[in-house]
């Protein structure tokens, strides 16, 4: 592994710390259930807010209750959030909502999920030629985050629905095109976890990357519009894009990982 200098020594420290930030502002247990279970934060200004216009939530001590039932009253909540503009575009997708212990308890409109801290699940994929080249992608310019920041192979939630081998599944074919059988030497590549503040509110999602080779002759396509093109970068060349910040925060962290375990950073 290449020696870095200072220079690069300390953009990899800065990287780090963004991945792990306190919220801007104070944020209280969101909670439901007896006894008590932890699913998510939310700031108290917004719980009182929310309580007075008459959603289905109470405070109890330092903490805000969902009262039950839980699926209905997230649903309420969701709506709510979405119809006063604290959200961003209503997506018709449902995410689980977990306790600390990540059992799932039910299930939220995937939009609402910053503003009530709930913890999120993730895919992403890094595949690489046999050469050592590997595939990004740009994000769509009308994507409502990170619009043209380029990305790994692939990266999606995992639905209220999925488990992560189906959403890394299904993700892989919209995102890029391609099936699993065309994924050789995939492999689980561990997990990265997310806390940092976003325009919505506060964002803690749990990645699990992996990884694989695609034989030269497959590449990528997309199916759902979201990505705007692909390239198929040397890793001196994807170290000098991450370095310039054109890739998404959680991107350049898996990238760097991958980069790191081949003794290239």
Known sequence: ?????????????????????????A???????????????????????MRR?????????RQWQ?????????????QWLNANGITGPWRNELL???DEQQRTLGAIERCAVRPLGITTFAVHLVAARADGRVWVQQRSQDK?????????????????????????ERETWEESGLRIAQLQELREAGRITFRRPVTE???????????????????????????????CLPPDELL??????????????????????RGLV
């Open 201 to 231: 509110g506060y964002l803690v999602e749990h990645i699990d990357v992996f990884e694989a080779t695609l034989d030269d002759a497959v590449l990528p396509v997309n199916q759902d519009g979201e990505v705007q093109s692909f390239e």
């Open 53 to 61: 216009a008459g959603l289905p939530l109470q405070p109890r001590g």
């Open 96 to 98: 689980a909502v977990t």
């Open 240 to 261: 000098r894009q991450l370095q310039a910040e054109n890739f998404t925060l959680e991107a350049a962290i898996i990238l760097v990982a991958w980069l790191r375990r």
């Open 144 to 168: 409502a985050i990170d619009p043209g920041l380029w990305d790994t192979t692939m990266g999606g939630q995992v639905g209220a629905d999925e488990s992560t081998a189906q959403a890394l």
């Open 27 to 49: 944020r209280v247990a969101l909670i439901t259930g007896a006894p008590p279970l932890r699913i998510g934060s939310v700031e108290a200004s917004l719980a009182a807010r």
């Open 1 to 25: 592994m290449p020696e870095p200098d200072s220079k690069h020594q300390a953009w990899l420290a800065r990287l780090r710390r963004r991945a792990d930030l306190p919220a801007l502002a």
């Open 66 to 78: 969902v009262l039950p039932p839980l699926d209905a009253s997230l649903a309420a909540i969701a």
